[in-house]
């Protein structure tokens, strides 16, 4: 069975830093585009970053500057950095597995919630 286990998130002031974990199993993670989401209350869920499966990364312009993706291969495992942390990005963090040939073969985890207090 598939699995995508967010952790990292929390409460943290603003100007402050989280790092973001998604632990997968069940899936040939080499095979599969990596990203980020995050869904704030009342709002759509917004793609943050995605790392290709050779690292390319690409960035939403809320999160550059800011964010860093990266992977770990060997330990099947997504991360994302989160520095300068504001209110506005407080939101529940989704990570998502994407096949490289075939987008509909995806997967999201269950999501941890990220707030930032001002």
């Known amino acids: 069975q598939v699995q995508l286990v967010e952790s990292g998130g929390g409460l943290v002031q603003a100007g402050g830093s989280l790092r973001l974990s998604c632990a997968t199993s069940?899936?040939?993670?080499?095979?599969?585009?990596m990203g980020w989401s995050r869904q704030a209350p009342g709002k759509q869920r917004e793609l943050v970053a995605t790392?290709?499966?050779?690292?390319?990364?690409d960035y939403a312009d809320s999160a550059k500057g800011r964010f860093t993706i990266s992977r770990d291969n060997a330990k099947n495992t997504v991360y994302l950095r989160m520095n300068s942390l504001k209110p506005d990005d407080t939101a529940v963090y989704y990570c998502?597995?994407?096949?490289?040939?075939?987008?509909?073969?995806?997967?999201w985890g269950q999501g941890t919630q990220v707030t930032i207090s001002s």
């Open positions: 790392i290709s499966r050779l690292g390319t990364t």
């Open positions: 069940a899936i040939v993670f080499s095979d599969y585009i």
């Open positions: 998502n597995a994407r096949h490289y040939l075939s987008s509909s073969t995806t997967y």
